[in-house]
């Protein structure tokens, strides 16, 4: 992640945008392969644990030490998923279109997309990624110190 400013200022928006009741109940959920990262809540930041330059930090530093799996690699772990969705037939809303959506970037050489907008309504994802070790040495501290004042 090359832009810190527009890693910024769309955090910044998102902050800006976003109700409450519409962030995670959680601050922070184990994800990724072997659990080598965390999505830590904006809730975070709302309530007054984690600064938004904190995390912001965090997050670039996480998304540029990251190792990215080859599109080869991802195109390979892509198809055994869809082989398990087709499994179960789930028969989700559009999924041929995305599937075939998904599979034109992988020819392209590339993998990375946003969020639907279905997902983001239901799911509402205001969090940003931390590789683990990250987390443990600079935000985990300040998350657990919640847990020594009164409020």
Same mark, same amino acid.
């Given at each position: 992640?090359?832009?810190?400013?527009?890693?910024?200022?769309?955090?910044?928006?998102?902050?800006?945008?976003?109700?409450?009741?519409?962030?995670?109940?959680?601050?922070?959920?184990?994800?990724?392969?072997?659990?080598?990262?965390?999505?830590?809540?904006? &809730?975070?930041?709302? +309530?007054? *644990?984690? /600064? @938004?330059?904190?995390?912001?930090?965090?997050?670039?530093?996480?998304?540029?030490? =990251?190792?990215?799996?080859?599109?080869?690699?991802?195109?390979?772990?892509?198809?055994?998923?869809?082989?398990?969705?087709?499994?179960?037939?789930?028969?989700?809303?559009?999924?041929?279109?995305? &599937?075939?959506?998904? +599979?034109? *970037?992988? /020819? @392209?050489?590339?993998?990375?997309?946003?969020?639907?907008?279905?997902?983001?309504? =239901?799911?509402?994802?205001?969090?940003?990624?931390?590789?683990?070790?990250?987390?443990?040495?600079?935000?985990?501290?300040?998350?657990?110190?919640?847990?020594?004042?009164?409020?």
């Amino acid at each position: 992640m090359a832009d810190r400013e527009s890693a910024k200022a769309y955090l910044a928006e998102e902050l800006r945008t976003t109700s409450n009741e519409s962030l995670m109940a959680w601050y922070i959920e184990p994800c990724g392969p072997r659990g080598k990262h965390v999505r830590v809540s904006l &809730k975070a930041i709302r +309530d007054n *644990l984690v /600064t @938004e330059d904190a995390l912001l930090e965090a997050f670039i530093r996480s998304a540029n030490t =990251t190792k990215r799996p080859s599109v080869r690699s991802w195109q390979r772990r892509w198809h055994k998923i869809i082989g398990t969705i087709d499994q179960m037939n789930l028969s989700l809303p559009r999924y041929d279109e995305d &599937k075939q959506f998904i +599979d034109s *970037l992988l /020819t @392209e050489g590339k993998y990375a997309i946003s969020h639907s907008p279905e997902y983001r309504e =239901t799911y509402h994802p205001h969090y940003r990624i931390v590789e683990r070790k990250i987390y443990e040495r600079e935000l985990k501290p300040l998350l657990e110190s919640k847990d020594k004042h009164p409020y």
